[in-house]
T-cell receptor
Framework: DAGITQSPRHKVTETGTPVTLRCHQT?????MYWYRQDPGHGLRLIHY???????DKGEVSDGYSVSRSKTEDFLLTLESATSSQTSVYFC?????????FGPGTRLTVL | QKEVEQDPGPLSVPEGAIVSLNCTYS??????FMWYRQYSRKGPELLMY????GNKEDGRFTAQVDKSSKYISLFIRDSQPSDSATYLC???????????????FGKGTKLSVIP
């Protein structure tokens, strides 16, 4: 499982509430990624990080922010959740091109 | 035109059949090609990783890259019910900075192997 955990694994929340998802890795990888996966769209990159405090936007970053204050943790925040952010969120890590994924967080925004 | 095209299926085959899964792409800068397997309600799992053109074999799985045609394939021999999953292709360009390791994914092909 590449030493990746995600929490929570499931969450139901209401529109307008803030939500933070956590990705934790135990193998000191430099690169970390947040994706969302939706039917008909596949995996889409939200944000990625290439080191502590070094982050950049992906394809679908609007409405999301990230932080990485420690190598092992990469946090994804939905400042004010919307129903369009209902999705399955995956964290991934890599040393180079090969990415390894966590188990996912299933988020429902009512 | 999407950068990576992959037929979503579903594809249903009998046990023991040879399965062929394919992706086409438009970005000639792609150099690294991957296949991921994703079981229902699980994260994608890296199955095969190849660089540039050619074939790579791992047990019952063979990955093939034809850069001249911008076409990649995954073959599964002697398919088993346990191969039933969604298969995602992914690719990335050569390294040229921190963002270079971003992967572009196909949407996935759902495969069912019927006993």
């Amino acid at each position: 499982d590449a030493g990746i955990t995600q929490s929570p694994r499931h969450k139901v929340t209401e529109t307008g509430t803030p939500v933070t998802l956590r990705c934790h890795q135990t193998e000191n990888h430099r690169y970390m990624y947040w994706y969302r996966q939706d039917p008909g769209h596949g995996l889409r990159l939200i944000h990625y990080s290439y080191g502590v405090k070094d982050t950049d936007k992906g394809e679908v970053s609007d409405g999301y922010s990230v932080s990485r204050s420690k190598t092992e943790d990469f946090l994804l925040t939905l400042e004010s959740a919307t129903s369009s952010q209902t999705s399955v969120y995956f964290c991934a890590i890599s040393l180079s091109n090969e990415q390894f994924f966590g188990p996912g967080t299933r988020l429902t925004v009512l | 035109q999407k950068e990576v095209e992959q037929d979503p299926g579903p594809l249903s085959v009998p046990e023991g059949a040879i399965v062929s899964l394919n992706c086409t792409y438009s970005n000639s800068a792609f150099q690294y090609f991957m296949w991921y397997r994703q079981y229902s309600r699980k994260g994608p799992e890296l199955l095969m990783y190849t660089y540039s053109s050619g074939n790579k074999e791992d047990g019952r799985f063979t990955a093939q890259v034809d850069k001249s045609s911008k076409y990649i394939s995954l073959f599964i021999r002697d398919s088993q019910p346990s191969d039933s999953a969604t298969y995602l292709c992914a690719m990335s360009p050569s390294y040229s900075g921190a963002g270079s390791y971003q992967l572009t994914f196909g949407k996935g092909t759902k495969l069912s192997v019927i006993p």
